[in-house]
């Protein structure tokens, strides 16, 4: 029998193909679009995925102000840090975050669904988010995908 012709093949940093995807957040629900974001940011839709290596898509989205959220969550839904110093608790709701800097959401969303170690680190470089249509990847030629193709 020859072992040969069925070994795991293992990608690595010089043997993945990345591409550039460009995503149109649009009327998109935030959860659904951060989910199938992180999906493509962590390379799980090709075939040869590796968990431990950065195999995914560079990712550019663009209309990120013009996001959704369902239910009362533009009123009810908080995000809060701390300073670090006593009483440095500061909380500020999604429409307060969405005036004040609108790609702040989507960043959050999709840095929630990523690996909590260096390679998420890594990964969350590759995600590039703009408030309106213009972007500056066009030399990269991203290629347009609707997110209800991937699975």
Not at 73 to 98: C, F, N
Request: net charge positive.
């Amino acid at each position: 029998m020859d072992t040969l012709s069925y070994k795991t093949i293992s990608a690595n940093k010089a043997t993945v193909n990345k591409e550039w995807v460009l995503i149109d957040a649009e009327n998109e629900t935030l959860g659904r679009l951060a989910s199938r974001v992180a999906y493509l940011l962590r390379g799980k839709h090709k075939t040869n995925y590796t968990p431990h290596v950065d195999c995914g898509d560079n990712v550019v989205i663009i209309n990120a102000e013009k996001v959704n959220l369902s239910g009362a969550k533009w009123t009810d839904k908080e995000y809060v840090r701390h300073s670090g110093y006593p009483g440095g608790q500061r909380i500020v709701t999604a429409q307060e975050l969405m005036k004040k800097k609108p790609t702040a959401m989507v960043e959050k969303a999709v840095k929630g669904m990523l690996p909590k170690n260096r390679l998420g680190r890594e990964l969350f470089r590759n995600l590039y988010v703009y408030e309106g249509p213009e972007h500056k990847q066009e030399a990269q030629q991203p290629k347009e995908i609707k997110l209800n193709t991937i699975k």
